[in-house]
């Protein structure tokens, strides 16, 4: 028993080393930022369309699916999408390395494991978006909307024993979330991650009012996405349950809904460009 554990000590000591030297090197560095900046680049297409769509110039509500199907159609759409997808795996890698190397030091308390954690769900959520790229790609399986995958895997869940509960736990958690992007933003909370110091006072000034508007629009979605979650769960009905696309859609049908999703689509372009800061300012 004795020799196992040593065996199993020496084997997690020699996979942290490992990881250690990954996060270490400069090519993971370079990964990251083209990572933080395809991500800007997919969120600002999301946004564009959907403000086009606001103020009758064309366009459509959609998500970071649809916006890779957006830049496939356009010229050279081939390329550009295969490039996204590698940003998208550099993405991805950072976002492991930060949650299973610590390398930004949250430590094993039960707060640094929680952001460690989102850190690792983060990577897995824009792991599928990688996917999704090179589904496209190679013209296999049309991936579904957001909202289409909302709805079956919260079909799934109500299946379950205590799903009813676990949905509500789910579609709470989410707003949680957004109300934590909306504070994020308004406290400007992101600047303590970024080395601002040597470019000078705009780029401080942007970095900070494109962060706190981006956050708080993305935050906003968050919020709308997990009121339908726990509204689809409350009437045993999937079909309510609603993705990016249907939250940005959502928010055209009101009074003021023109002005509703082009206040929030807007902010979703800033949120983009405050992520090619953070492609060049984040503190590695």
Known sequence: MAKTTQATKKVKKKAEAAIDEVAANPWMERLARFGYATKGIVFIVVGALATLTAFGLGGETTDTRGALREIENKPFGKVALATVAFGLIGYVLWRWVQAVADVERKGKKLKGLAVRFGYFASGTVYAGLALTAAKILIDVDEPDSSSDKEEQWLARLLALPFGYWLALIIGASVIGFGLYQIYKGVRA???????????????????????????????????????????????????????????????????????TLGTVSIGLIIYGFYMLVEARSHRM
């Not at 009012?209 to 339908?228: N, P, Q």
């Open 189 to 259: 909370k992101f600047l303590k991650r970024l080395k601002l110091g040597a470019q000078g006072s705009n780029t401080e000034a942007w970095a900070r009012w494109s962060g706190r508007i981006g956050y708080a629009s993305r935050g906003v979605l968050f919020c709308v996405i997990g009121f339908f979650i726990i509204q689809a769960a409350r009437h045993f009905n999937p079909v309510e349950a609603k993705g990016l696309d249907q939250a940005l859609a959502t928010l055209a049908q009101n009074r003021y809904g023109s002005w």
